[in-house]
């Protein structure tokens, strides 16, 4: 099935009703329909910025990095990617730079993020901290 023409391909504020939501046919488009009307990105890789836009947005009271380092690791590893995806480095030339010990610190920095986003959204949800207080 394609995917109908709607709002959503012409405004990125147009929010969606359900029958036009359930016609698109791709992950792709799903994905993008997500990132253009929950995510508060520029479409780019998520920087400390953007998960700082996505805690207000949300209006999450906890830190957004569980440790100040952890942002310096997130800036590495977008820049590293974005060189290797543009071209301007390869893998191996990235990869050599860095130790078995090295890689294995910048894994558990990144693992402890993500877990920490896990724990972060489980307790907004958990606690309804989505519903407005009076």
Same mark, same amino acid.
């Given at each position: 099935?394609?995917?109908?023409?709607?709002?959503?391909?012409?405004?990125?504020?147009?929010?969606?009703?359900?029958?036009?939501?359930?016609?698109?046919?791709?992950?792709?488009?799903?994905?993008?329909?997500?990132?253009?009307?929950?995510?508060?990105?520029?479409?780019?890789?998520?920087?400390?910025?953007?998960?700082?836009?996505?805690?207000?947005?949300?209006?999450?009271?906890?830190?957004?990095?569980?440790?100040?380092?952890?942002? %310096? #690791?997130?800036?590495?590893l977008? !820049? @590293?990617?974005?060189?290797?995806?543009?071209? +301007? *480095?390869s893998? =191996?030339?990235? %990869? #050599?730079?860095?130790?078995?010990? !090295? @890689?294995?610190?910048?894994?558990?920095?990144? +693992? *402890?993020?993500? =877990?920490?986003?896990?724990?972060?959204?489980?307790?907004?949800?958990?606690?309804?901290?989505?519903?407005?207080?009076?």
């Open positions: 099935m394609k995917a109908r023409s709607c709002c959503l391909s012409q405004s990125p504020m147009c929010a969606p009703n359900l029958s036009t939501m359930f016609h698109f046919n791709s992950f792709g488009s799903l994905h993008n329909l997500f990132y253009r009307l929950i995510i508060p990105t520029d479409g780019k890789n998520l920087r400390h910025k953007q998960l700082q836009s996505i805690w207000e947005s949300f209006s999450i009271q906890e830190d957004v990095l569980p440790r100040p380092e952890i942002g %310096g #690791r997130i800036h590495e977008v !820049d @590293l990617r974005n060189s290797i995806a543009h071209g +301007n *480095e893998s =191996s030339e990235v %990869g #050599r730079r860095f130790t078995p010990d !090295d @890689l294995q610190k910048r894994f558990e920095n990144i +693992n *402890e993020y993500c =877990s920490y986003i896990i724990l972060v959204f489980q307790n907004y949800i958990e606690k309804k901290h989505y519903l407005k207080t009076v």
